[in-house]
C-alpha cells in the first residue's frame, strides 16, 4: 500500500493538494489526529475493498492531538510500515495574504491575541521538525492551483517507487530562492541573452535562446563539471534513502539562463533513467 501523509503550513495549499491526489486515484482523509494514523493505517491493510493508494492530512488544527505526530510516526516504524511525508511550504507574506483574501481565521491566531503574521511564525516554527523529516516538500508561492495539482501528478502518478526523483525548478535571483531547494546553481556567472535585442523577448526554452546559452565555450566548461558533481551526488543521495531532490537553478530574471540550464538537467538526469519533471517558476514574471 502507498500511504503518504500530508502536512504543512495552514494556507499552503493542503486541500488543494488533497483534491489533486483524489484525482489521481488516492483515498484521502482529512485533519487526522496523529495518534489515529496507525489505527487507520490498519484498517486500510484489512480492509476488503483493497486501498492501494490512501493519502491522510495532519496539521495544527488538532491541536494539542498534534503533538503526537512523531510518536505515530515512529509507532509506523517500529512496525515496518512503509508511508511517504509530503510537507506543503509557503513564504510568510502569501500566507498571510491567502488568510486575508479568505477571510480565513488562523488555527493558532486565539493564542497571539489575532495577529496573524505571529500566528504563521509560530507554526512555522512548530512544524519545523516536520519539514526536515518529510520525504517531500512543495513550495506553494507561486504555483496556481493547476501547477499545484501538476506537481502532485509529477510525483505520485507513476507506481510507488524507492528510487530517487528529481524535481528541478528555474528561477530568477530577484524573486527568491525557491525554499524547496536542496542544491541551488547560480548561473549568473554566464552569458546572458538578455543583452541581445532579438532574444530578449524570449525564453530559454525558444531554440535560440537555448543555443546561445549551452553553445558558449563557458558554458560548456560549466556543464562538463556540472554533471560531474551531479553523477557523483545523485548515487550519495539514493543511498541515504532520499525520495526527492530538489535542484534550483537561478539567474537574475528566470527568463534564459536558468531556465535552458533547468531544463538541460531535467533531460540529462532522464535520459540516465531517473524520474524527472521540470518547472520554470519565474518565466512569466517582469
Do not use: W
Not at 492530512?57 to 515496518?80: C, I, P, Q
Not at 518529510?134 to 517507487?161: C, M, Y
Not at 543555443?211 to 543511498?239: C, H, I, Q, W
Request: proline content about 4%; some cysteine; glycine content about 8%.
Amino acid at each position: 500500500m502507498e500511504f503518504v501523509v500530508v502536512t504543512g503550513l495552514s494556507g499552503a495549499g493542503k486541500t488543494q493538494a488533497m483534491h489533486s491526489m483524489e484525482d489521481i486515484g488516492f483515498f484521502c482523509v482529512d485533519n487526522l489526529p496523529p495518534a489515529l494514523i496507525p489505527v487507520f493505517y490498519d484498517l486500510c491493510v484489512k480492509s476488503e475493498s483493497s486501498m492501494e493508494r490512501v493519502a491522510v492530512v495532519t496539521d495544527t488544527r488538532g491541536g494539542e492531538l498534534f503533538k503526537s505526530f512523531f510518536t505515530a510516526m515512529e509507532a509506523l516504524k517500529m512496525e515496518e510500515k512503509t508511508y511517504k511525508i509530503l510537507f506543503l511550504d509557503a513564504s510568510d507574506g502569501v500566507l498571510v495574504r491567502r488568510f486575508k483574501e479568505t477571510r480565513r481565521k488562523h488555527p493558532l491566531s486565539d493564542e497571539l491575541g489575532g495577529s496573524m503574521e505571529q500566528a504563521v511564525r509560530l507554526e512555522r516554527d512548530i512544524l519545523r521538525p516536520m519539514r526536515e523529516s518529510s520525504d517531500f516538500v512543495i513550495d506553494t508561492s507561486g504555483l496556481s492551483p493547476a501547477q499545484l495539482k501538476g506537481r502532485i501528478a509529477e510525483q505520485f502518478l507513476t507506481s510507488a517507487s524507492d528510487s530517487l526523483a528529481v524535481h528541478c525548478i528555474s528561477f530568477g535571483f530577484k524573486f527568491g530562492i525557491p525554499m524547496e531547494a536542496d542544491l541551488v546553481m547560480d548561473v549568473r556567472c554566464l552569458p546572458n541573452p538578455f543583452y541581445d535585442q532579438e532574444l530578449r523577448p524570449k525564453t530559454g526554452l525558444d531554440p535560440d535562446v537555448r543555443d546561445y546559452v549551452m553553445e558558449n565555450e563557458e558554458t560548456r566548461g560549466f556543464v562538463a563539471r556540472y554533471t560531474d558533481l551531479l553523477n557523483y551526488l545523485l548515487p550519495l543521495y539514493s543511498k541515504e534513502g532520499k525520495s526527492q531532490l530538489v535542484i534550483a537553478v537561478g539567474c537574475t530574471g528566470g527568463h534564459h539562463r536558468s531556465v535552458a540550464l533547468a531544463q538541460f538537467t531535467c533531460d540529462y538526469l532522464g535520459e540516465k533513467g531517473l524520474k524527472t519533471s521540470v518547472t520554470h517558476r519565474d518565466i512569466q514574471k517582469y
